[in-house]
């Protein structure tokens, strides 16, 4: 850990001596790119209080990005988690679930199955009509509410285009590791959209896209296979999904308004390894297995409305209607006909949310002082039968759970802009709650502007999350296991602080220099967690709000750009504090920092002459570290320190367009060093018990190792 501390010494050294550098000329600033997340209008990032970092549809097109855990895998201080079980992959923030993170699509929340915004599967996110990602790291509760805690993503989608038609169609074809073939095993993705100028005002553009992902074998033999040996089925479930879009937009002067509607469809097959046999004396022994689909349905509906009122006021409006169902379909599948029967179908998830949020500001005719008033309405309807889990309601029988939560927020937030240089935003939320106590989240930005383009930030935040479906009702005991939710959990707490200093120039030599250098810390109180809450005779486990989370970050990334090239550094220390505490048992862990250290870097090279891009994008996530609760060899309860071995990743691509920019081939590979899983070494052998010396191992799933794509795009625009 010394050698990984004096390696991030010095680039922090190198950052604040390049931030201090002077120029040979006069510095001319670059210009900015305009951002909207928690702004009170479209605006420079430079102006933003905030430390907004952005993700361009270049670098998307860089990736051959489909969905969003293509472009996440790449971030510095994020980390994704992919299930094997069921295909979904989760983003995890500072140590932090995906239930602190909040993503939203042009502002809005997008519904989960136990959340919204919050725990959103990457692979349902797609991004064949997005204009660029926005990330704000740290507690975002007073402009964005419950649960954005570790941060917020906005996907900001495209809106309208400079051409009266644009028609665009893709077919992009990749491996599953070393698996390939036209049909039944590898990636196939097509898409198409047409984008239409009626007038100057007027606009519509209609999207589809279709993403066969056919399951990764690694050392399974697929669904037909009739060995009952347990090697039927895949590691990575397949999985279908079809993506629809269509948005209608009217823009005259200040006024603007568009109706978007998504629709979101998917299946994903789990094949079961054991096989039943069927005697059918006198013939051969024949086999079936038990299998069954999950079938995801999502409507999205989304009207936006912002200008001006009484020729002064700025306001902007959302309405939105959201509905996603989950279903099972269990069957029988016979191995010799590939046939299927007794199939049964049920919906065992089901999510009706209504969501509306809005903002008036420019109260004043003054640059110096303005204030934002906004509202968020949140009305959730959710279902689970004991399909999803085994649930119990507020009288102890067990049943299947049908909720209604509802949440009335009011906020506020002023930018007081005392000289050119030097800005402060306070803000407030209060929210009137259905369920839970009334919660409220504050915060407290400043920004001043240095002469040499330094820019310096810094920002307090509270926020909550409030407790999930399975933490406040989940309920499974039988012989062997008693969990148990709790209905009388209180949101969690957190405050984070964050200041932040970037630095961006243009020298003489026409090189472009850009610095960011950011510190963070955050603090979670009432975490909840599974606790032991009884040991003897039986182990019972119990959610409760016991435990606390401390975390430390210091990041940096310096990006520099000259000609042809395009180079981009990063490095982040990560230190998280968490103290575990098992009630029943009087055990509690160690609550000392543990340290990470994460590196990103990307590469990329223009070649005018043949009008092709040359691109290369590395991540390196280093050893991290945490107490679990194990048993010592006198049969004793103890933490334990787990350790998640480091690990490299690196994408590249080559990207060439050619007649007149019409056609565009994009070729290139992911997970360049084939990673397919990474070793978690456990020493006390965790809850499976062995000695205080003892060490046991297991892998973690991260993807299905080295794989390929090529891309080719048609792009028709014209007037």
């Not at 309405?319 to 179908?345: A, H, L, P």
């Not at 109180?525 to 599974?530: A, C, F, G, T, V």
């Not at 042809?564 to 550094?569: G, K, R």
């Amino acid at each position: 850990m010394k050698i990984k501390l004096s390696l991030f010494a010095v680039l922090t050294f190198c950052q604040i001596l390049f931030a201090q550098q002077k120029d040979t000329i006069a510095s001319q600033e670059k210009l900015s790119e305009v951002v909207v997340t928690g702004q009170f209008e479209p605006q420079s990032i430079k102006k933003s209080v905030f430390n907004v970092r952005v993700i361009s549809k270049e670098t998307i097109k860089q990736l051959a990005a489909n969905n969003l855990s293509d472009v996440l895998n790449q971030y510095l201080n994020i980390t994704i988690k992919t299930s094997g079980e069921d295909g979904r992959s989760t983003v995890s923030m500072f140590g932090l679930d995906s239930q602190y993170f909040k993503i939203l699509v042009d502002n809005i929340p997008l519904v989960s199955d136990t959340g919204m915004g919050t725990n959103v599967d990457l692979t349902q996110v797609n991004l064949d009509d997005v204009e660029r990602i926005e990330i704000i790291e740290g507690s975002m509760g007073v402009t964005h509410g419950a649960n954005a805690v570790s941060g917020v993503l906005n996907i900001i989608t495209k809106k309208g285009g400079g051409y009266k038609w644009q028609i665009a169609a893709t077919v992009q074809e990749e491996t599953v590791g070393k698996e390939y073939a036209l049909f039944d095993k590898g990636r196939h993705i097509q898409s198409a959209k047409i984008a239409h100028n009626f007038n100057e005002n007027w606009f519509i553009n209609v999207g589809g896209n279709r993403n066969d992902f056919a399951g990764y074998f690694d050392n399974r033999e697929g669904k037909d296979y009739d060995l009952n040996d347990g090697l039927r089925g895949y590691t990575q479930l397949p999985k279908q999904q079809l993506v629809g879009n269509a948005i209608l937009g009217y823009q005259k002067n200040d006024f603007k308004i568009f109706y978007k509607f998504d629709y979101y469809g998917e299946n994903v097959h789990y094949y079961n390894p054991i096989l039943i046999p069927q005697d059918n004396y006198p013939f051969p022994e024949t086999y079936f297995a038990n299998d069954r689909r999950y079938i995801t349905n999502r409507y999205f509906h989304h009207l936006n409305s912002n200008g001006k009122l009484f020729s002064k006021l700025n306001y902007n409006i959302s309405v939105s209607e959201q509905k996603q169902e989950r279903d099972v379909e269990k069957f029988n599948y016979q191995i010799e006909t590939g046939n299927e029967f007794d199939n049964q179908r049920q919906t065992y998830q089901s999510k009706e949310v209504f969501y509306s949020t809005g903002t008036l500001s420019n109260f004043f005719d003054s640059k110096k002082v303005d204030f934002q008033l906004g509202y968020e309405i949140t009305n959730e309807n959710g279902f689970y039968d004991a399909t999803a889990g085994t649930f119990k309601d507020d009288n102890q029988q067990l049943t299947d759970i049908r909720r209604k939560f509802e949440n009335y927020d009011i906020f506020t937030v002023a930018e007081i802009n005392l000289t050119d240089k030097f800005s402060i935003r306070p803000g407030i939320r209060y929210s009137f709650q259905s369920y839970f106590d009334n919660q409220y989240a504050s915060s407290l930005g400043l920004r001043y502007l240095f002469k040499k383009g330094l820019e310096a930030r810094a920002s307090v935040g509270k926020a909550y999350r409030t407790p999930n479906f399975d933490e406040l009702y989940t309920y499974f005991v039988d012989s062997n296991h008693n969990l148990q939710g709790n209905p009388d959990l209180v949101p969690e707490q957190s405050t984070s602080y964050e200041l932040s200093f970037k630095r961006s120039c243009l020298l003489n030599s026409g090189a472009q220099i850009a610095n960011n250098l950011a510190v963070t810390y955050m603090d979670v109180d009432d975490r909840i967690d599974l606790v032991m809450t009884q040991a003897t005779p039986t182990q019972n486990y119990r959610y409760v709000n016991i435990n606390k989370y401390k975390m430390w970050n210091v990041s940096t990334t310096e990006q520099y750009s000259y000609k042809n090239w395009n180079v981009q550094v990063g490095a982040a220390l990560v230190g998280i504090s968490r103290k575990l505490d098992l009630a029943a048992v009087n055990v509690t862990s160690d609550d000392k920092f543990l340290y990470s250290l994460r590196l990103n870097s990307n590469i990329s090279y223009n070649i005018p002459k043949w009008n092709t891009l040359i691109a290369l994008f590395y991540k390196y996530n280093g050893e991290q570290q945490q107490f679990v609760a194990g048993t010592d060899t006198d049969g004793s309860t103890k933490f334990f320190l787990s350790e998640i071995k480091p690990y490299s990743w690196m994408d590249a691509s080559i990207r060439k367009l050619f007649f007149k920019n019409q056609f565009e081939v994009t070729v290139g590979a992911r997970n360049l060093f084939d990673i397919t899983s990474v070793q978690t070494i456990q020493n006390g052998g965790g809850s499976t018990g062995g000695g205080a010396h003892a060490s046991g191992s297991s892998d973690l799933l991260l993807g299905y190792g080295r794989s390929y794509f090529l891309k080719l795009t048609y792009n028709l625009n014209f007037n």
